[in-house]
């Protein structure tokens, strides 16, 4: 059996000067991610960030109901932010691309991935996920969650926790198609409120529909009694993201 004590205290190594210094640079290249998204993101609201599969193929019955939704929120006065890649994404951005508001597309870089789809009017790169979420985050007036995987999970636990916790303004959740997240919204119910981890009033941030028409309603209906810009308080808030 090992001595646990010879593992208490490790001893610190030696940084490699080359390997500090191309950190130290990195933050650099991230300074100038934020400030572009400000700068071209700034104008773009009042704008929905859309959620979803980057594996959903262009037949499948949730491509269409993103491409429906997204070109619905677009002629409603709504900018459509997406991944920017295949899937639900290019769903999204294709719905919009077609309609009356601006086509965003918030691209990440990944290796072995395709490059962005084709239906953007205004289109930014990054290499850092945690820069392209605070672009998700800081100018949307609502997020809409569709079918997906682990990204659209991380997508939708991210705006609950800065929402529950109040480091953002409340906004719209919408998750489109209840059969797809009933088993989830189950579990929340069922292990996280039933043992403490969250209250039951946390259901509350979010909202089920269906239809693209039910996505527009829950959207302005939530902003029938307050502007969709956020007030300054909000505004201080939100600096801090």
């Not at 941030?205 to 308080?233: G, R, W």
């Amino acid at each position: 059996m090992k001595n646990p004590a010879k593992f208490s205290h490790p001893s610190l190594r030696p940084i490699n000067d080359t390997v500090l210094t191309r950190e130290s640079w990195k933050i650099f290249q991230i300074i100038a991610e934020f400030v572009e998204g400000f700068e071209r993101l700034a104008q773009i609201k009042p704008s929905v960030s859309i959620f979803g599969s980057a594996r959903t193929p262009k037949h499948h019955p949730y491509y269409k109901l993103t491409k429906e939704i997204a070109r619905a929120l677009s002629d409603s006065g709504f900018s459509v932010v997406s991944g920017g890649g295949p899937g639900i994404m290019e769903a999204a951005n294709e719905g919009a691309f077609a309609g009356k508001s601006p086509s965003i597309g918030l691209n990440i870089q990944l290796p072995n991935e395709q490059s962005g789809n084709g239906y953007q009017d205004i289109s930014l790169s990054f290499r850092h996920f945690f820069s392209r979420k605070v672009m998700f985050v800081k100018y949307a007036s609502a997020y809409v969650v569709c079918p997906g995987g682990f990204g659209t999970l991380d997508e939708l636990a991210e705006i609950l926790t800065l929402v529950q916790t109040r480091k953002t303004r409340r906004i719209p959740i919408v998750l489109v198609h209840a059969p797809y997240w009933d088993g989830l919204l189950h579990w929340f119910r069922e292990t996280l409120i039933a043992q403490g981890m969250i209250d039951a009033k946390d259901l509350d941030l979010m909202k089920i529909v269906n239809t693209p028409q039910e996505v527009v309603d829950t959207i302005f209906h939530h902003y029938e009694s307050q502007d969709f810009e956020p007030t300054e308080a909000e505004r201080e808030v939100m600096l801090d993201l």
